[in-house]
């Protein structure tokens, strides 16, 4: 498996839930790892994106604050720590790899690698 995401669940407004993705050695240290959302009926959307040397993070705007994306290097691990969460943060959470850099710009077209999704919801 070259991504594996988890840590998805059912939690209320308010409360904080971190989701991973495990990555294969190679990818881990050679490609930025981002992760991506989906809510039913809604465009797949950039979540939160880091570099293989995690010296270039990005967000999406709107996120800024609440999320934060890191890196586990021992573990090969990409985490994505979610606070505050709102009902209209449930979604199924992907992650992605690609050797390019990775940013709130870039289309989730062509991508190199999808890991399976992770859900999230969100009750109010």
């Known amino acids: 498996v070259q991504l594996q995401a988890s840590g998805g669940g059912s939690v209320h407004a308010g409360d904080s839930l971190r989701v991973s993705c495990l990555a294969s050695?190679?990818?881990?240290?050679?490609?930025?790892i981002a992760w991506f959302r989906q809510a039913p009926g809604k465009q797949r959307e950039f979540v939160a994106s880091?570099?293989?040397?995690?010296?270039?993070?990005n967000y999406q705007d709107s996120l800024k604050g609440r999320f934060t994306i890191s890196r586990d290097n021992a573990i090969n691990t990409v985490h994505l720590q979610m606070n505050s969460l709102k009902p209209e943060d449930a979604a199924v959470y992907h992650c992605?790899?690609?050797?390019?850099?990775?940013?709130?710009?870039?289309?989730?077209?062509?991508?190199?690698?999808w890991g399976q999704g992770t859900l999230v919801t969100v009750s109010s």
């Open positions: 992605a790899a690609d050797r390019a850099p990775i940013d709130s710009g870039r289309s989730y077209y062509g991508l190199e690698y």
């Open positions: 050695e190679r990818i881990f240290s050679r490609y930025a």
């Open positions: 880091i570099s293989w040397s995690a010296t270039r993070i």
